[in-house]
Nanobody, 125 residues
Framework: VRLVESGGGSVQSGGSLRLSCAAS????????MGWIRQTPGKGREEVAT???????AYAESVKGRFTISQDNARKTLFQKMNDLKPEDTAMYYC????????????????????WGRGTQVTVSS
């Protein structure tokens, strides 16, 4: 399994970015995929999770601003991030678990076992 993130960058507060995660090397019908961010100061935070049945969950800090989705082939995971704030600055990682659909909430109980290398998002005020 391989996960490759892209789409990070530097934006001003209030701006938007769309992250992508290209997934390959799997053929399971059941899965969960999500985005997790990490900063040196705040540690790791689960941001959003999506399952093969369409269920989704978001962290309270991003609800209404971030949207997780996937393409029809279910090979690419997206995260559209609107109204970005300086506190959204982090390294964003794509994560996945194939062959298992776990409850998407609570986010912190996600049991991903595949990870990408991350893409940096920097939001300036």
């Amino acid at each position: 399994v391989r996960l490759v993130e892209s789409g990070g960058g530097s934006v001003q507060s209030g701006g938007s970015l769309r992250l992508s995660c290209a997934a390959s090397g799997f053929a399971h019908e059941k899965y969960c995929m999500g985005w997790i961010r990490q900063t040196p100061g705040k540690g790791r935070e689960e941001v959003a999770t999506l399952a093969d049945d369409g269920s989704q969950a978001y962290a309270e800090s991003v609800k209404g601003r971030f949207t997780i989705s996937q393409d029809n082939a279910r090979k690419t995971l997206f995260q559209k991030m609107n109204d970005l704030k300086p506190e959204d600055t982090a390294m964003y990682y794509c994560a996945a678990r194939f062959g298992l659909r776990f409850p998407v909430a609570p986010l912190e109980r996600a049991v991903f076992n595949n990870w990408g290398r991350g893409t940096q998002v920097t939001v300036s005020s």
